[in-house]
Nanobody, 125 residues
Framework: QVQLVESGGGLVQAGGSLSLSCAAS????????MGWFRQAPGKEREFVCA????????RYADSVKGRFTISRDNAKATVSLQMNSLRVEDTAVYYC??????????????????WGQGTQVTVSS
C-alpha cells in the first residue's frame, strides 16, 4: 500500500521556523519526484516546492523562495521541508506528494499521483 505521511506541523509565530517531514512507504521512493503543496482556507491548493528523484534539482514557488528548503533522504524514504521566516500568509494545510515517471521537478498538481493527508501549519502574527 502506497502511503505518504506528513508530520511536523503546528503553531508558530511570524518570523519563526518549522520543519515538516514526509515518510513514504510502499513505493520505490528513489524513483519519484517529491513535492510539497499547500492549501489555505478558502483558497485552491498551490505548489510550494519540489525535488527530483536524486535530490539534485529543486524548484520553488516565488512566494517561498529564499525562505523554504526542500531536501530528501532516499535511504530513509523521507522528504523534508524546512520553513524559515514564516509569515501569516504561509498558514495552510501542507501536503506531501509523489510523482512517478517524471524526470526533474514539476509544479503541476496533475503530475503527482500520490498524496499525503496533510499537516496544518498556522503562523500567528
Amino acid at each position: 500500500q502506497v502511503q505518504l505521511v506528513e508530520s511536523g506541523g503546528g503553531l508558530v509565530q511570524a518570523g519563526g521556523s518549522l520543519s515538516l517531514s514526509c515518510a513514504a512507504s510502499g513505493l520505490r521512493f528513489r524513483a519519484y519526484t517529491m513535492g510539497w503543496f499547500r492549501q489555505a482556507p478558502g483558497k485552491e491548493r498551490e505548489f510550494v516546492c519540489a525535488i527530483n528523484e536524486r535530490g539534485i534539482s529543486t524548484r520553488y514557488a516565488d512566494s517561498v523562495k529564499g525562505r523554504f528548503t526542500i531536501s530528501r533522504d532516499n535511504a530513509k524514504a523521507t522528504v523534508s521541508l524546512q520553513m524559515n521566516s514564516l509569515r501569516v500568509e504561509d498558514t495552510a494545510v501542507y501536503y506531501c506528494a509523489a510523482a512517478s515517471f517524471l524526470k526533474g521537478t514539476s509544479g503541476e498538481q496533475n503530475d503527482y499521483n500520490t498524496w499525503g493527508q496533510g499537516t496544518q501549519v498556522t503562523v500567528s502574527s
